[in-house]
């Protein structure tokens, strides 16, 4: 094998890519910084690189490293997914009914994007829908809706993947820059929360492994489930058992609890490989060429789902902290990734809720045909 094949083969550039885009994170602008979202800044950046540099390459299987970006993706939601549920459901009050006013939030945050799409579509009806459902999914950085979109019948899947690589960028950064900015003078008020959620501690690094196991196991049966061709896919199936599991280990065996601090090696390491298994499959679409219309489009779907969402949140919460809630109506993981670093035990349970709402919400859209009318 010669130097090129070894640095470009899938585990190389994984590790190229986590390196760089830790040290890109780590520069800040007005003390706001990308952190973890670094990586794929740089993941983006290299698919679109690896596209140009492996054409007509025969020592670069393309189709080979795609599949293992899939698995990355796949293996780093997982991680990622799982912990969030689980701390999550060891630190949801079920008596806080008002949280449930998240879940609305996310919801109604999801269909203000699909009011906006409807709108661009009107204006600009010589766009290719396709491309228009998947620029949707990027704004709303949501894999589990662009997964259930590459289904549709009426949908061309590498148009939908081609509009999702365009916009998928600024919906990321957007909301990554939008919870670092709302949060940083809040930061009296979220240690307060953090000194009250910390009262419960656990040490047990191998019941960590273990709930974390039963919850993948268990999130991918339940998202497996279809019922009237609907299913929550593989990160709703993990959510939802994360908090269950949460929950009753709460319940059963509080010993064992786990807080946000002492999943942060899971969370992490779900997060970069997330970023790598979708960054550089995004950059390799982008790199088939980049439509002006549909960037500007997507930073429309992206904008205005937030804008709306904080607004709800104001009406709905009496607090500041809209934060958390906002990344869950966006489903980003970066977002919230970027908060639980900076706030090591921020309580999650409002990010759950709203990202639960925001996701059933985008699957049933998708599933019932909603854009059949449109072709």
């Known amino acids: ?24 994170g780590k520069i800040k602008i007005s003390k706001v910084s990308l952190d973890l979202s670094g990586v794929l800044i740089v993941a983006i950046f290299a698919g679109w690189l690896l596209k140009i540099i492996t054409q007509g390459c025969i020592e670069v299987n393309i189709k080979e490293l795609e599949a293992n970006m899939k698995f990355f993706s796949t293996f780093g939601t997982s991680l990622f997914i799982s912990s969030i549920g689980v701390s999550t459901g060891s630190m949801l009050d079920l008596r806080k009914r008002n949280d449930i006013n998240a879940m609305l939030i996310g919801s109604l945050m999801v269909i203000f994007a699909f009011v906006m799409m409807h ?47 365009c916009t998928y960028l600024f919906g990321v950064m957007a909301t990554v820059l939008f919870v670092q900015i709302t949060t940083r003078k809040l930061e009296n008020s979220i240690i307060a929360e953090e000194k009250i959620e910390s009262k419960i501690m656990s040490n047990a690094a191998l019941s960590g492994i273990i709930q974390i196991g039963v919850t993948v196991i268990l999130g991918r049966l339940i998202g497996g ?39 942060a090696p899971f969370r992490n390491i779900g997060l970069v490989l997330f970023f790598v298994g979708n ?25 205005t789902p937030i804008v709306f969402g904080t607004l709800l949140y104001k009406f709905f919460f009496n607090d500041r902290l809209s934060a958390t809630t906002i990344a869950g109506g966006m489903t980003s993981t970066p977002a ?11 309580s999650l349970s409002k990010y759950a809720l709203a990202y639960f709402g925001a996701l059933i919400t985008i699957i049933i859209l998708l599933r019932i045909r909603i854009f059949d009318f449109y072709v």
Do not use: H, W
Request: hydrophobic share 50%.
């Open 279 to 303: 960054g550089i499959p995004a950059g390799m679409q982008v790199s088939e060429g980049i439509d002006g219309r549909i960037v500007f489009y997507g930073a429309l779907m992206t904008v």
């Open 225 to 263: 489930i279809e019922i009237l061709n609907f299913s929550l896919g593989i990160s709703g199936g993990m959510l939802c058992s994360g908090i269950v599991i949460g929950l009753f280990v709460k319940k059963v065996f509080p010993m064992k609890v786990l807080t946000t601090k002492l999943l």
């Open 336 to 346: 919230v990734g970027v908060l639980v670093k900076k706030y090591s035990n921020i």
């Open 119 to 165: 709108i661009i579509y009107l204006i600009d009806g010589n766009i290719a829908i396709s491309k228009l459902i998947g620029a949707l999914c990027g704004a709303l950085t949501t894999t589990p809706g662009l997964s259930a979109a590459c289904e549709l019948k009426n949908c061309i899947p590498e148009d939908v993947m081609l509009g999702y690589g």
């Open 1 to 24: 094998m010669t130097v090129l094949s070894n640095l470009l083969s899938p585990l190389s550039l994984a590790f190229i890519v986590i390196v760089v885009g830790c040290f890109v």
